[in-house]
């Protein structure tokens, strides 16, 4: 008994290797790099959140510091008022000097101008601190960077004065 050995051609003109070859690994690398920039803009989404809460803590400590401000037209006077009220340029002056001492709670972030945008009082028990700022966030900075300045961010808080007369 004799075996036979069939060989199999192809035809001309029909690569040797699969058609499909290679394209899962296109697949792949496009899945890849579509993670990554997922990753990428929720890593920057958070930084932008957290920024913004250091710049309410800034706010919370202007506000506080501003409720607790004192005019100096109430010391050494003869007869204090019924009601220590709060004067909106003793907020702005608490509140600015509170910024100024109180930067270093925005350090650890990539806010930058810091200013008060508006302080206030509406009763003159309760001061508002409003205080605004730019920041970049990490990895998709350059992206902001080409089309605005910086994310805005905007902060507000309320204080009540503890301080009553008598």
Request: cysteine-free.
């Amino acid at each position: 008994m004799s075996a036979t050995v069939l060989a199999v051609t192809r035809p001309t003109g029909v690569p040797a290797s699969d058609p499909e070859s290679g394209r899962i690994l296109l697949l792949t690398l496009g899945f890849a790099v579509v993670a990554l920039m997922l990753v990428a803009m929720v890593v920057s989404a958070t930084a932008v959140h957290l920024d913004r809460k250091r710049l309410f803590n800034l706010a919370d400590v202007a506000a506080a510091e501003a409720a607790q401000w004192l005019d100096a037209e109430y010391f050494g006077s003869t007869s204090p008022p019924e009601h220590l009220a709060l004067s909106a340029t003793g907020i702005e002056n608490a509140a600015a000097a509170a910024v100024e001492r109180n930067l270093e709670l925005t350090s650890e972030s990539r806010i930058t101008q810091v200013r008060i945008l508006e302080a206030a009082t509406s009763d003159g028990v309760t001061a508002e601190v409003t205080l605004t700022a730019v920041t970049n966030p990490p990895l998709l900075g350059w992206f902001t960077d080409a089309f605005l300045d910086g994310i805005d961010l905007s902060a507000t808080s309320r204080a009540r004065s503890p301080l009553q007369a008598g």
